[in-house]
């Protein structure tokens, strides 16, 4: 259960902060999705600790469970260099709340992560699809190449669907289901564009970033190199999936091999 004081304490930090509504909205999604499951998960992880909504809603869902919250806001974190300790088949519901994508090791990341999933255990995962903001890397790219005469990693990297739910089925999750949702954003500003995707950590964590910080120049150039590759002056496509499946068990129904039906179709006409 999760505790009423951090509940509170969290809630008073984010009553005023307006630029996590991508975090709200997939926080609705995995509560939907939740809802319809009729169990009562005992021990829950969630990775990506990303609104009060989906905190609140665990804690009055599961209220005898034990949940542990695993979050990364902090500086010089390092996802490929994770070594939180972790139980095998621990947890029979782990939330992955824009939290996978953060390591260029994704494979390995996602392994640890299900390897505690329990057997049956219900995992589910928001992540950025692989074709976001395009304009904006595309111009990222032309500003460092007339600054720096190279690019630097300014993204974090975008995994295709096809990539991840292959992972997936590798890692004994099965029938991974898929939705996604494609949302439109116009700024007025393109700070506060370049402010929310870093409040969505979609900015890159890892060790060859860029170190020292950008100047003014840099801005101004990004901003019209910006322009010049967007059909609007401060306008963004961007699209997040849900993915979400069960751990594979002996106990679960699995289709039979060619030949290993009992019955014929023409018994039943």
Known sequence: MINKKYLKNLRSKEINNKNDFIFDLYNERIIDSLKIINLNFKEILILGD??????????????????????????????DEWKYEIDKEKYDLIISNFFLFLSDKFDYILKKV???????????????????FKALKLAMIKTDSELYSGAFNRFN?????????DLFKKNDVKIPLVDSEKINLEYNKFEKLLHDIRSMNLSYYNKDKKQTLEKKLYFKKLENNFKKNSNNNFAISTNF??????KDHKSQQKPLKPGEAKNKLKDFL
């Open 50 to 79: 990303h609104g009060i909504k989906l905190r609140e809603f665990i804690n009055q869902k599961y209220i005898n469970s034990s949940v542990t919250i695993y979050d990364l806001k902090k500086k010089d974190f390092d996802l």
């Open 114 to 132: 299900i390897f505690s999933l329990a057997p049956n255990g219900f995992f589910i995962a928001t992540l950025p699809a692989e074709d976001n």
């Open 157 to 165: 990297n975008f995994i295709e669907l096809t990539q991840i739910i």
């Open 241 to 246: 999936y849900i993915i979400s499946g069960w």
